[in-house]
């Protein structure tokens, strides 16, 4: 594929996403209030974003990649979730069907603690898969924040407990992705 088609598709997903980040919530049936956000965010910031990044940067595609992209998803699905979690009454009543008000409170609580247990997994196989270094693996020193983080959200009776959860998982989420990404840069 020559450079300006590379570019020229790049632009194409750029223009995509922002037309779904527009009709998340807006128009006449948004998808985020179906319980399809979550589908979008680990497309859009998993498999588009990791992928599109790691075919722009080597103009190849490599099947160990889906790993770490389908991880950088779900971690960010993980985020909305949190969000929908906590605001999973006033959604309720305003009818907006997000997958936590679809789920419920408690089913919620266990997806999110799927989310991140295959986000883990997801990283974990790929260091394992690609066995470049011992780097690889420093991601691991994240793991214990998120498996509190997990153990918090799963144990949470009150949409109002998970308040500051939003903002700890955003930074969880950024800090394995940091980690995973300096592995990858100085081995």
């Known amino acids: 594929m020559k450079i300006s088609q590379i570019y020229s598709l790049s632009l194409g997903f750029g223009i995509l996403a922002i037309v779904a980040a527009i009709t998340y919530t ?15 965010v680990l497309v859009f910031f998993g498999l588009l974003g990791v992928g599109g990044t790691y075919y722009l940067q080597t103009h190849s595609i490599d099947s160990h990649i889906i790993l770490p992209a389908i991880g950088s998803g779900l971690l960010a699905s993980a985020v909305l979730n949190i969000n929908n979690l906590r605001d999973i009454e006033q959604d309720a009543k305003a009818s907006k069907n997000t997958l936590a008000v679809r789920l419920g409170a408690y089913k919620g609580r266990v997806y999110h603690c799927i989310l991140l247990s295959v986000a883990a997994l997801c990283y974990l196989a790929f260091a394992v898969a690609t066995a470049i270094s011992w780097t690889n693996y420093l991601f691991v020193l994240a793991m214990p924040l998120l498996a509190k983080h997990a153990i918090f959200v799963y144990r949470s009776q009150q949409p109002s407990e998970l308040r500051p959860m939003l903002a700890q998982m955003s930074m969880i989420s950024l800090l394995i992705n940091i980690l995973f990404s300096l592995g990858l840069l100085i081995g």
């Open 26 to 40: 807006v128009g006449v049936k948004p998808y985020g209030y179906m319980g399809l956000g979550d589908i979008s």
